[in-house]
């Protein structure tokens, strides 16, 4: 039978067009997070490379950090916010169930009547974004779409608990994405192991602490040294499968930007993946801690803005976390 269905009127490919970044202005070092673990600054920094961190004041909402970055990725594309036709946010601190955060996002940049929902994928959301947005642009349902990382971590971090308190940032990252006549955004190798879902996980149910079978608010959680070694040597199997589904080799490369969840873990990677020393590699961690979601826009921002990678250059972006779930690709930077 044949079908009656008209074809979708897409563009051959996807690119990103822009990309912006957002950090609260209150940077916290080290020393803040000593007042409340006992630790010291060398272990910190020998165990996650992380410095110093920013934590959004209560202003610096997930929306308003939002669409600060959105309004610079929008600038960057060349583009309008009118012609945005769909909003993606990843985020896991958006505390109200619904409606979606992007749908506020979208209606404060002046997007008129876009697709607008959020996803929740943790610290790969970025990536499973990035891999939605392509598709509706290749399919013709939207010509350009925002995606943005967010995330306000300093609301779910127990700084009582002293495997996680010094960890988490807060912070926004976003990129336009928009029609390409050549591939510009390869094949993306995402997956889950839900198996081990535990791992990284909110302490409590919500409605554990709103019935008051617990008095703590809930926070994030993790298993260290478990998530370590899966990230070390099943993110970089990973990261290799992108690289072969892109068609290119780590020679290839001009620029790694993996999750920032850890100094080590991204150190250990570059190892594992032999990359070449001509390689720039994102360490945006060090200042601004693991932001999960957000990590990925905003260690692409600052390379860009830095002078550290430039337009053109071929990115391997592989992020991983919470569920456990990952999404690597091979992109073009904007």
Partial sequence: MSTKIKPSQGAP????????????????????????????DEWIRSRSGIATRHWAS????????????AGKAIADAGI??????GVIVSTVSHFKQTPAIATEIADKIGAVKPAAFDISAGCAGFGYGLTLAKGMVVEGS??????????????????????????????????????????????TVWG???????????????????????EKFPAITQEGQAVFRWAVFEMAKVAQQALDAAGISADDLDVFIPHQANMRIIDSMVKTLKLPEHVTVARDVETTGNT?????????????A?????????????GFGAGLVYAATVVTLP
């Fill in 292 to 304: 999960s979601a957000a990590s990925i826009p905003l260690a692409m921002e600052r390379l860009l």
């Fill in 306 to 318: 830095t002078g550290q990678a430039k337009s053109g250059d071929t990115a391997l972006v592989i």
């Fill in 13 to 40: 490919y996807a690119r990103i067009m822009g990309v912006g970044g957002y950090r609260p202005t209150r940077v916290v070092p080290n020393e803040v997070i000593l007042e409340t673990i006992d630790s010291s």
């Fill in 80 to 85: 309008t916010p009118e012609q945005i036709g």
């Fill in 142 to 187: 939207a010509q350009y779409v925002l995606v943005i990382g967010v995330e306000r971590l300093s609301d779910l971090t127990d700084l009582g608990d002293r495997a996680t308190a010094f960890l988490f940032g807060d912070g926004a990252g976003a990129v336009v994405v928009g029609p390409s006549k050549e591939p510009q955004i390869g094949p």
């Fill in 192 to 214: 889950s192991e839900g198996d081990k879902s535990d791992t990284i996980k909110q302490t409590v149910p919500w409605d554990d602490y709103r019935n008051g079978t617990v």
């Fill in 58 to 69: 209560p202003e610096e909402t997930v929306s308003a950090m939002s669409v600060e970055a």
